[in-house]
């Protein structure tokens, strides 16, 4: 009986090398069942678990011309692939998480910045006159309007690169005459 099995999983074997969309339709329906209970166990979260399925389906798909069976066996493989998918999006989701925190949980609202707060208020603007007429541009678009980078460097048609550098030596330029 094991040969049986053996010969046919040699023959699906096969029939995915040669790219038979059948063949996948075959594993899918036969292996789908228990792969999506270890997806399951690993995420805990049905939903979380079909797309984890899906997306290791693909992957399956993709990758089988790198299969070898000399390593292993066809389900083996399949579940490694489903397994190493699941833990990826467990660790992507703990590292949003991580990140991202609700407002609620952190001090951050109250420690904002009224919102009729201005640079000029602090007097910087006072500082600016003590730069060049191209970096006082420079700084003003940056921290005085808000631009971004990016935005600052099509602005002023500049590299990305060079608005970087010279935001940093300013910067530097700045705090070296205010601690003098």
Known sequence: MKILEQEAEDQLIQRLHAKDEKAMSFFYKNYKKALYQVILRIVHQEQLAEDVLQESMLKFWLAFPTYDASKGRLFTWALNISRNLAIDRLREQRRTAQRTQPLSDSNAHQMAAP????????????????????????????????????????????????????????????SQLMNK
């Open 115 to 174: 919102p009729t707060f201005r640079p000029e208020h602090i007097g910087v603007r006072d500082w600016l006159v003590l730069l060049a007429p191209s970096d006082q541009q420079l700084l003003e678009l940056l921290y005085m309007r808000g631009y971004t980078q990016a935005e600052v460097a099509d602005e002023l048609q500049l590299p990305l690169g060079t608005v970087k550098s010279r935001g940093r030596r300013i910067i530097r330029t700045l």
